[in-house]
């Protein structure tokens, strides 16, 4: 069984590495020559829309998939007329465009900020009045890691944020003070049977996820688990798909989701009986999903822009590093590493070391 995969970073990679437990075999189209995952596969490298690639996918791969939202939703649907294509074009389409995705989220009662499209300038000063300061222009496609973002604190502040998106269409949110941010990531098969694992608590910098600890028993894990079963079944999603919340005053509002396997879901590798890369190629290939449940305490965390020396990482009692075989570049995911251990205690000081190793290579 050959399973497909649009683009070849480090989720394909690490896709691919839960898959060959399953005898599973891989076929990556990615545009760069270096990509991480094409050690582990056939590389087809050229652009996504290069239509004779995509035919030679099609035609060699048994199911495909993808490890990123910004494939030209036109990309899916060609490869779905020739194959298998899981999760589906709509779930890509919806998650591509922050406007749509928040319509779709109010349609089936998951809360969200309070949002407004954005055309022009005038757009902008005109729905203010109603969206209140502080407020979040984002780029309404294309957009991720905080990127084609601006925060505005006054008025003073709209035309210069509308400029920096040089006339793309846009969508402006009130700022959600939230308490934290956490993300529920889930997995459905063919059938129709869905998993959920604990949630992830989730540190962001520049808009750039830095730790992600494992909560289980959370509080909020109902609330998260009712709302991502709504949008796995209103899409009739197959795959994992991780949904990005905030929590303010005791409640849950939804940022955004990813169609994908993500990366507040790493620690799921060593810290649940089944990781979120063998339980979407489950889902896909319509096997019997795995046990989601977490094995002691969990924590990942993120090295950016530089790596880390992997003596001084697995120094550390019960951390695992993942080095992706990437060159670092400033703002550059590289590697991460997860720590599995016994008690909260421990896991908070464990966390707190790799975090110290990671900002003194993280040079963004
Ligand atoms: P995004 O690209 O939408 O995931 O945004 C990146 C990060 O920016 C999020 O993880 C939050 O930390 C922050 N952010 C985005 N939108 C908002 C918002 N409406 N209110 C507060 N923080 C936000």
């Not at 990123?68 to 007329?81: C, I, K, R, W, Y």
């Not at 830095?210 to 509080?219: G, N």
């Not at 400033?330 to 990671?358: F, N």
């Amino acid at each position: 069984m050959k399973v497909g995969i649009l683009g070849a970073g480090q989720l394909a990679r690490m896709i691919a590495l839960a898959g060959f437990p399953l005898g599973l075999e891989f076929i990556f189209l990615d545009p760069a020559a270096d990509a991480c995952a094409n050690r582990l596969g056939e590389h087809l490298q050229g652009d996504y829309n290069d239509v004779s690639l995509l035919a030679q996918l099609a035609e060699r791969a048994d199911v495909v998939t993808y490890e990123f939202e910004n494939v030209p939703s036109t990309v899916a649907e060609f490869l779905s007329a020739h194959t298998q294509v899981h999760p589906s074009p709509q779930a890509l389409a919806v998650a591509q465009d922050r406007l749509i995705e928040k319509n779709f989220f109010n349609g089936i009662g998951i809360p969200t900020p309070a949002y407004a499209a954005v055309n022009s300038l005038e757009d902008l000063q005109a729905v203010m009045a109603d969206i209140g300061y502080p407020a979040v222009l984002k780029s309404r496609t294309q957009g991720y890691d905080g990127k084609g973002q601006s925060v505005l604190k006054t008025v003073d502040d709209l035309a210069a944020a509308w400029h920096k998106l040089e006339g793309v269409p846009a969508i402006i949110e009130a700022f959600v003070p939230f308490t934290r941010e956490v993300s529920v990531i889930a997995a459905r098969n063919i059938a129709g049977d869905i998993v959920y694992y604990p949630l992830s608590e989730n540190l962001h910098r520049g808009g750039i996820l830095r730790v992600s600890e494992c909560k289980t028993d959370d509080a909020m894990q109902e609330q998260a688990q009712t709302y991502i079963t709504h949008l796995l079944e209103a899409l009739d999603y197959v795959g994992v798909l991780a949904l990005e919340l905030f929590e303010f005053n005791g409640k849950l509002v939804a940022n955004e989701f990813a169609p994908r396997v993500h990366n507040s879901g790493h620690w799921t590798i060593e810290g649940a009986q089944t990781s979120q890369f063998e339980n979407h190629l489950r889902a896909i290939l319509n096997l019997p999903l795995g046990a989601t449940t977490a094995i002691n305490k969990a924590a990942m965390v993120n090295f950016i822009g530089g790596l880390p020396s992997s003596e001084t990482v697995l120094t550390i009692p019960g951390a695992h590093l993942h080095l992706y075989g990437k060159d670092p570049r400033k703002g550059r995911k590289v590697a991460h590493a997860t720590i599995r251990t016994e008690t909260d205690k421990s896991l908070a000081e464990l966390t707190q070391k790799l975090t110290q190793i990671a900002d003194q290579v993280d040079d963004s």
